[in-house]
């Protein structure tokens, strides 16, 4: 049970507010509100691209540079459509699109056709990536992005490409506990002063959405599985906007089960409990890839899971670092702390999802 006071941000004043004394409301809408809050909520203010966490695209420039040659890969085998659609999802700073488009543009036939659409609910992230792709070289009139809020904002049309790093962990989960041989939600009590975590006065009545378990495998006492119903309403979404395209989710998360929880705050580089300074604090888990690939081939996509390791060796990275030594001698001791990072560090934490569907092999 996790309890914290919890200081009096403008969050906490209004969800104290919204709960009420003593009441409960699920966990999965307590971390929502935190993170989507319309004025106060940490992906709408200005702290989101500050200095709380850095990406894999600001680690080192490699990681963009084989992003953007997957993608180039992935025009390629869509026939090199003279028309298509280039989308990131929660673009950060920007420096993931700069560095993919600069590989682009080495290629004419493919960014003179392009059409950048970046979902992106913060304005001050906005400003940033406007910021950082405004040095690439301009093919065309609409090379430049537009954004919108929301996946669901989304206009496409047939084909697509589509990048994610470190989107999928901060959609809402909601806890289950497996305690005497009956799964009860975690909830979140005010008390109007602080906040906890509480369970439910009743176990749930139905069973877990068919993808969370997979193969059917049963929960033993103890267990804590982390439900993210938002998978199923993406990957539906997504499915609709067009036939064909190929998408690339990166994210730290697992495959199989995790029968302990994995919900985590991070303010300023380090951990720190959920339940405090609502509205400060980055609220994440590990991805279920094992659902949301599940998921995504009812939807009709073809998928593959690999850790970030290997799709980066798989798609050139040394190839990439060879050349960069050999441009910058004398970076060499930040290039290869970069690289591992990305190869060692962060390799095996984070996978790859990537799905496809249609002409795309």
Known sequence: ?????????????????????????????????????????????AIAVGDDFITAPEISPLFGQVMGFWVLQQWLALKSPPQWTLIELGGGRGTLMRDVLHVLSLVPACIAGVMIQMVECNPHAIAQQRSAVTDVPAQKKNFFPTW??????????????????????????????????????????????????????QPIQEPLPWYVLGDGASLCEGDCIEVCAYYDSFLRSLSACCVEGAAAFIDYGYTGIQRTGTVQGVRQHAYTDVMTDPGFVDITSHVNFTAFTSLAEAQ???????????????????????????????????????YDRLITDLGILFKVAVLKKNRVV
Not at 159 to 185: K, S
């Open 1 to 45: 049970m996790r309890m914290a006071d919890a200081h009096q941000t403008p969050l906490a004043a209004y969800l104290h507010a919204y709960i009420g004394r003593d009441q409960t409301i699920s966990f999965q809408e307590y971390m929502q509100i935190c993170l989507t809050h319309e004025k106060h909520g940490y992906y709408k203010t």
């Open 148 to 201: 919108v809020p929301s996946s669901e904002d989304l206009q496409l049309k047939a084909p697509y490409i589509l990048i994610a790093n470190e989107f999928l962990d901060a959609l809402p989960v909601q806890p289950y506990y497996m305690c005497r041989g009956q799964l009860w939600e975690e909830r979140v009590m005010s008390d109007g002063h602080s906040f906890r975590c509480v369970r439910a006065p």
């Open 300 to 338: 009709g996509f073809s998928t593959h899971v690999t850790h970030q390791r290997h799709f980066l060796k798989d798609n050139g990275i040394d190839l990439r670092l060879a050349k960069i030594l050999q441009q910058n001698p004398k970076q060499s001791s930040e290039i290869m702390a970069g």
